[in-house]
């Protein structure tokens, strides 16, 4: 059992050059969730998906894009890295809509835009 | 729209004494509120979560936290520190069906 895989773990892109980062959970989740880990700041929302074919913005979406591709995999793309997304990327899913359903994390991937 | 307010970026004590983490939310409606904890290059583990059934939280590895909705806080504790509870521990909250947002974190040092 996996849980929540994310690839790539470790990636540098140079200004300007486009990745898109994957996620895949295997325990039959509703909700996937894509964040951004900043020292000092936590962790921010970039966008999420509460169910398959659904996807809304979080707290900090400009820049990227989603694309919620099945009920397990969940993509998010930089169509053209800044230096400013410099950042270690987390994916999690939750069970069911529920608010009592606690999140599940990937090991993250650490992006560096020079 | 809910949030978390975590006092505290950094918290030193010393092996044996009392843990004590803070955290604050607001919402206009009753909220759910989780600490995780991250160790250094690893993903975030949950520790406990409040989800209303009992306002005394017990976790793992010896942490609870207390929901007091009075204050609107969900303070974490341990009342004995050990050297491999340092890590960063972040506060969470989400409301219904709701995002799930995340305080700024809160950095553990335990020292000899």
């Known amino acids: 059992n996996a849980g929540v895989t994310q690839t790539p773990k470790f990636q540098v892109l140079k200004t300007g050059q486009s990745m898109t980062l994957q996620c895949a959970q295997d325990m039959n989740h509703n909700s996937m969730y894509w964040y951004r880990q900043d020292p000092g700041m936590g962790l921010r929302l970039i966008y999420y998906s509460a169910s398959e074919g659904t996807t809304d913005k979080g707290e900090v979406p400009n820049g990227y894009n989603v694309s919620r591709l099945n009920k397990r995999e969940f993509s998010l793309r930089l169509e053209s890295a800044a230096p400013s997304q410099t950042s270690v990327y987390f994916c999690?899913?939750?069970?069911?809509?529920?608010?009592?359903?606690?999140?599940?994390f990937g090991q993250g991937t650490r992006l560096t835009v020079v | 729209a809910q949030s978390v307010t975590q006092l505290g970026s950094h918290v030193s004590v010393s092996e044996g004494a009392l843990v004590l983490l803070r955290c604050n939310y607001s919402s206009s409606v009753p909220p759910y509120l989780f600490w995780y904890v991250q160790y250094p290059n690893q993903g975030l583990q949950l520790l406990l979560k409040?989800?209303?059934?009992?306002?005394l939280v017990k976790g793992i590895n010896g942490f609870e936290a207390e929901f007091k909705k009075s204050e609107t806080s969900f303070h974490l504790t341990k009342p004995s520190a050990h050297m491999s509870d340092a890590a960063e521990y972040f506060c969470?909250?989400?409301?219904?069906?709701?995002?799930?947002?995340f305080g700024t974190g809160t950095r553990l040092q335990v020292f000899p």
């Open positions: 999690a899913s939750i069970p069911r809509r529920q608010g009592t359903t606690e999140a599940f």
């Open positions: 969470a909250v989400r409301i219904y069906t709701d995002k799930l947002i």
């Open positions: 409040y989800t209303s059934a009992a306002t």
